[in-house]
């Protein structure tokens, strides 16, 4: 069982509606959970972090994190075109300091 | 605040050569951690460096290598290059604290002929 998972798709939705990207981890003692979007050529950037259950929001962006489940989640609402990426989640375990883990990320094609 | 830098941004090397790249942290980050990525790996973690002491290592042969300067500066090392070493190499950094925001540099495209 591979620590970070994630379908790798595409997930291929429509302009504006909202894209729903998933991960589930296998180490219960994880504590901080990050994603990342990667355009085609370029680094990772990071777009939203989350360390307790529930929401986070950030503009369009909403994290969901649900330990008891280990699953975490990242919707995109109104996509655009532009949100046309790779989105890796990552993990980290660890307490000072953090090994982080990350997924093979989730291919999303947002079509005009 | 400047982002993080990575230098070069492509290199072209034949197998058996050995290759060095750099990484420059983001002002006041002392953590650093390599990763290689493959079209068919994802992100793999090759170490990180933490104070000039590295503080974990992934899972790769001994030809890969790195170090950590004084003034947090890493650089990393693959000898006797290989085919298979072909990737994009990607630096991150944090202030190594308890929450690991890792922020990238912009990666250096590293092709074995």
């Known amino acids: 069982q591979k620590e970070v998972e994630q379908n790798s798709g595409p997930l291929s939705v429509p302009e504006g509606a909202i894209a729903s990207l998933n991960c589930t981890y296998s180490?219960?003692?994880?504590?901080?959970f990050f994603w990342y979007r990667q355009y085609s050529g370029k680094s990772p950037e990071l777009i939203m972090s989350?360390?307790?259950?529930g929401d986070k929001e950030d503009g369009r962006f909403t994290a969901q994190l649900n330990k008891a489940s280990q699953y975490v989640s990242l919707l995109i609402r109104d996509s655009q075109p532009s949100d046309s990426a790779t989105y890796l989640c990552?993990?980290?375990?660890?307490?000072?300091?953090?090994?982080?883990?990350f997924g093979i990320g989730t291919k999303l094609q947002v079509i005009p | 605040k400047a982002g993080v830098t990575q230098t070069p941004r492509y290199l072209i090397k034949t197998r058996g050569q050995q290759v060095t790249l750099s990484c420059s942290p983001i002002?006041?980050?002392?953590?650093v951690s390599w990763y290689q990525q493959t079209p068919g790996q994802g992100l793999q973690f090759l170490f990180e460096?933490?104070?000039?002491?590295?503080?974990n290592k992934g899972n790769f042969p001994g030809r890969f290598s790195g170090r950590q300067f004084s003034n947090s500066r890493s650089e990393m090392n693959v000898s006797t290059l290989e085919l298979g070493d072909s990737a994009l190499y990607l630096c991150?950094?944090?202030?190594?604290?308890?929450?690991?925001?890792?922020?990238f540099g912009p990666g250096t495209r590293l092709t074995v002929l």
């Open positions: 990552a993990v980290g375990v660890g307490g000072g300091y953090q090994k982080v883990t």
């Open positions: 180490d219960r003692g994880s504590q901080s």
């Open positions: 989350i360390y307790s259950n």
């Open positions: 002002s006041g980050h002392r953590s």
């Open positions: 460096y933490f104070s000039e002491t590295q503080r």
């Open positions: 991150a950094t944090t202030t190594g604290g308890a929450h690991n925001e890792q922020f």
